[in-house]
């Protein structure tokens, strides 16, 4: 089934189209179901990668409210840039022979 529908121009499996569909499907159901409604609830949103000893910064409601929701209005359209990175693993966008 899955070969069906991941198939590069030559008509073999392309296991890198299946990573990026799952990827992509994986921003957007992370933003939308743990992420966002998480910020919403705490008031504070994270800032920054906190890995390699780098530090997180929270972007907290009370204190700065602007920068608060504009951040949530960016991540949020990260929603529909993971279901377009699935569509386009899923369909072959580019894929041109």
């Known amino acids: 089934m ?5 198939r590069d121009a030559d ?3 392309n296991i ?3 990573i990026f569909s799952l990827i992509g ?10 992420f966002l409604p998480r910020a919403v609830r705490t ?16 972007i907290h409601r009370e204190r700065n ?11 949020s359209l990260m929603i ?4 377009l990175m699935a569509h386009d693993g899923w ?3 580019g894929n041109v022979k």
């Open 65 to 75: 409210p602007i920068g608060f929701w504009l951040l949530f209005i960016l991540y």
């Open 11 to 13: 008509g073999n499996f």
């Open 43 to 58: 008031g504070r949103m994270p800032f920054g990668v906190g890995f390699g000893g780098s530090q997180i910064y929270y």
């Open 2 to 6: 899955f070969a069906l529908f991941f």
């Open 16 to 18: 890198a189209r299946l």
């Open 80 to 83: 529909p840039l993971g279901f």
């Open 91 to 93: 369909t072959g966008a």
């Open 25 to 34: 499907l994986l921003i957007s159901c992370g933003m939308a179901l743990w």
